[in-house]
């Protein structure tokens, strides 16, 4: 076999050498080409192919499955997703508690030697270690990878999962390829980045703590284009999820401020049990604001379960006393202007389009600038 023949592992080719019969996940742009070959081929199949809320929920999907079928499933995921697992792996997948048998397939963000972004970096130079100290096996996928020897080493796994224990493919940067092209959209109008300029405008000087991805990109450049004041915003680079807990964090100890939280709905989803503390303690001057498009945008476009949930109904459930949902810019104008003055937790949840700036840029400053810089605003 020429060099040029295997540059890259089609996701075709490792799906079959693979043999499972049986996905769930969450994606991951160094997986993009496994994610959009899923969704050619399975679309959204609750017995096939399920993009699900974190990679724990998909741990125990995937438990499920062999519980009821006895075969051996795929979980993938982006290496900041081990973290996860970490508690379905130690407490029930073990071979020490029930031994179910499992294959991860794992992108690898922030590998040594690679620049990536801050968040990546630590987390990069911990993914194979943090499996094999979590038993189990690895093996990683370059773009220099063979047929025969990935054969070789599902074949040499074959053992470990046959004896209830889980086995992971680490995926480099470039490894996987697929030609077939999958159109991501929705319905909505509303441009995400407009949307988000409509926010700023509204907020003013108030702090804001945004989600990772490119909400966070799209504020940072909003900011750049206006006064260039970036110390109002805590940029949540990293921790998917866990945006509007800190947020709350903020919003019980500065009282005296309107915290603003810019969500997605990837990301409210993967912990959305923090919108039950968050209405626990319906802190006055919170706006918690949930961007929705039903997709993981940032690292594909690929669907959320978001296209199914009533998040107005889940915010007022969880205790928020003001919860509206907008999909034209004029509606986002008149109930953001509501919620700066309502003196009481408030969630509006925006219906925005799929799509972004091909060249939309990434934050200047360093995390830890931003940490700092963010904190001296608070401050004031």
């Known amino acids: ?16 050498i693979l043999g499972a019969e049986f996905y769930a996940g969450v994606p991951d742009s160094q997986l993009k080409a496994l994610c959009n070959f899923l969704m050619d081929r399975y679309g959204i199949d609750a017995a096939r192919h399920v993009i699900a809320a974190n990679e724990g929920n998909a741990a125990a999907l995937a438990a499920g499955y062999h519980l009821a079928t006895g075969k051996v499933p795929v979980v993938y995921m982006q290496n900041s997703g081990e973290g996860n697992i970490i508690n379905p792996l130690a407490s029930l997948l073990n071979d020490k508690v029930y031994g179910i048998p499992m294959i991860f397939v794992i992108g690898w963000r922030g590998e040594p030697g690679v620049h990536d972004e801050p968040q990546h970096i630590y987390q990069g130079i911990v993914t194979v270690k943090l499996m094999e100290d979590m038993d189990v096996r690895t093996f990683v996928i370059d773009k220099e990878c063979t047929e025969e020897s990935l054969r070789a080493a599902m074949k ?20 996987l390829s697929y030609d077939g092209k999958v159109d ?4 909505y109008t509303m441009n995400r980045e407009e949307a988000i300029a409509h926010i ?13 991805g490119k909400i966070s990109r799209e504020l940072f450049e909003n900011r750049t284009a206006g006064d260039g004041e970036h110390g109002r915003d805590f940029l949540t ?13 903020v919003a019980v100890n500065k009282p005296d ?11 409210m989803l993967m912990h959305m049990g923090a919108m039950a503390v968050v209405g626990k303690f319906a802190p006055k001057n919170l706006v918690h604001i949930v961007i929705n498009n039903e997709a993981h945008e940032t690292v594909g476009g690929m669907p959320t379960a978001a296209s199914s949930v009533d998040v107005v109904a889940v915010a007022k459930a969880c205790g928020y006393p003001n919860a509206v ?3 034209d810019f004029d509606s986002l104008d008149a109930e953001l202007k509501k919620a700066k003055e309502a003196g009481a937790l408030s969630l509006i ?9 091909d060249d939309l840029g990434r934050p200047t400053t360093t995390a830890m600038e931003n940490k700092e810089n963010f904190m001296k605003f608070l401050s004031k």
């Not at 040499?156 to 490894?175: M, N, P, S, T, Y």
């Not at 680079?237 to 964090?249: D, E, N, Q």
Request: aromatic share 4%; charged share 30%.
């Open 325 to 327: 949902s907008v999909s």
């Open 237 to 249: 680079v990293g921790s998917m999820g866990h945006c509007s807990s800190i947020a709350l964090g």
């Open 257 to 267: 401020k309107r915290v603003w939280c810019i969500d997605g709905d990837g990301a």
């Open 156 to 175: 040499d796994f074959e053992k470990d999962l046959a004896a209830g224990r889980q086995v992971a493919f680490i995926i480099k940067k470039g490894a």
């Open 184 to 187: 991501y959209k929705n319905d």
């Open 349 to 357: 949840e925006v219906k925005c389009q799929v799509g972004a700036r």
């Open 1 to 16: 076999m020429v060099a040029a023949e295997r540059e890259k592992m089609t996701a075709e080719k490792l799906t079959e």
């Open 200 to 212: 700023t405008a509204v907020s003013g000087d108030d702090p804001i703590v945004s989600t990772t």
